[in-house]
């Protein structure tokens, strides 16, 4: 990676840091807990991927502590969607998916230039491709409501997940059978891109 992609990473997470903590950030004493910084250059596939469910963890414990805001999809789709929402497009989009593009990019997984788009293609910019072997940051796809989750984990035949819009409106961490996934996807392809790996 050169200097100037490793600069334009790390300016691309600052400024997603700032959009979080300007739109979330509740008036008195309360500070929102910031991201995991993006993995550095170089760094492990094992480890980008350990720091996209870092974040997506951490923004589980803000929204969840006492006395917390709740989450605001607002947030994640500043950083996730291609396009400016308007506060009526926001309320009406469920934002599981934007969650889950969040993280990867606060993390630096996902390069600045991956969005979700509203164009029917949805996080397909990312061009995360099927598999049968999920491993933690991947994408785990549900037909029910087309609810996308963040790969917390995998155990066996139990698949642990980081649910943005999670019972409808929070961040919720859940358990399920891998026969209840109708599809995993890989962000393998994001990790392989050039620019990510030094």
Not at 78 to 97: H, I, R, S, Y
Request: hydrophobic letters at 40%; a neutral charge.
């Amino acid at each position: 990676m050169t200097k100037i992609e490793t600069a334009a990473l790390a300016a691309s997470a600052l400024v997603g840091l700032v959009l979080l903590r300007s739109r979330s950030s509740p008036p008195g004493p309360t500070t929102p807990t910031p991201p995991a910084p993006p993995a550095p250059p170089g760094g492990s596939n094992d480890g980008r991927r350990a720091a996209a469910v870092t974040v997506g963890l951490r923004e589980f414990e803000r929204v969840n502590a006492p006395g917390a805001p709740r989450a605001n999809p607002a947030d994640y789709w500043a950083v996730a969607a291609d396009q400016q929402l308007t506060a009526a497009e926001v309320q009406k989009l469920d934002w599981c998916g934007g969650f889950y593009l969040w993280a990867l990019k606060m993390a630096g997984v996902a390069s600045p230039l991956v969005f979700w788009k509203f164009d029917g293609t949805g996080i397909g910019s990312a061009h995360l491709k099927p598999t049968a072997d999920p491993k933690p940051a991947d994408l785990a796809y549900f037909e029910k409501n087309q609810h996308h989750a963040l790969i917390e984990s995998v155990d066996g035949d139990t698949i642990n997940l980081i649910n943005g819009n999670g019972g409808g409106q929070g961040i919720t961490r859940s358990s399920v059978s891998r026969s209840q996934v109708a599809a995993f996807y890989s962000v393998d392809p994001l990790l392989r891109a050039p620019g990510l790996n030094a």
